[in-house]
């Protein structure tokens, strides 16, 4: 079952990052994935980018999305042919039909952080992601038990990743799935379909506390 580390950020497109691109690959083969999704903040990797980076990884399966600013709060989105529709301060609403048109997939990325009012969010848009980050390194005991407290109410998928920063957080979360995945079309599908259940690594830094089996 592959395994993917999909919330990432590099030195070279996220300024508030230390992971270089080749270090990221390296490291994440280092510590088991099977694959990587760069999401770095407002900005997908053009797919030239990736194709030179994933030639260097060694089997390793580099794909990019992105880490949209939107006015409520971040989200994590796949399969986007660029980024023209979704903007910094993008309104969810919007942001939703532009991954709904394009049959691309979002994650809520760490609900509830920074007292974002999740709840309300999903009161007035309903489930409508296909998943929702419940582990990470930016996500607290607290804010996960909000988060399953919504996964309990409402049919969405739940993920795992790193939200990485710096190298030695890569892996510390992430999602395994069933099934092949060799593309960023399977991935998106994989997630759509709800495949995936967060892990957790053991003696990596657990900030969101482990995920049972």
Known sequence: MPKFDHHLHTSRHSPDSSIDPLVLIEHAKAVGLDGVVITDHDFQWDP????????QANGLLVFSGAEVSAREGHFLVYGLPNLDEAPPGVRLADLL????????????????????????????????FDALELVSNNVTPETRHKTEAILQRH??????SSDGHERDAIGCYYTEFTGEIATIADFVTALRARRGRPRHRPGAWQTSGPVDD
């Open 155 to 160: 049919a969405m998928g739940a993920t795992g």
């Open 97 to 128: 039909q532009v991954v709904k048109r394009h049959n691309a997939a979002i994650v809520a990325a760490h609900p509830f952080r920074w007292d974002q009012p999740f709840d309300e969010l999903i009161a007035t848009h309903g489930p409508s």
């Open 48 to 55: 030239e980018e990736v194709a030179e980076l994933a030639a």
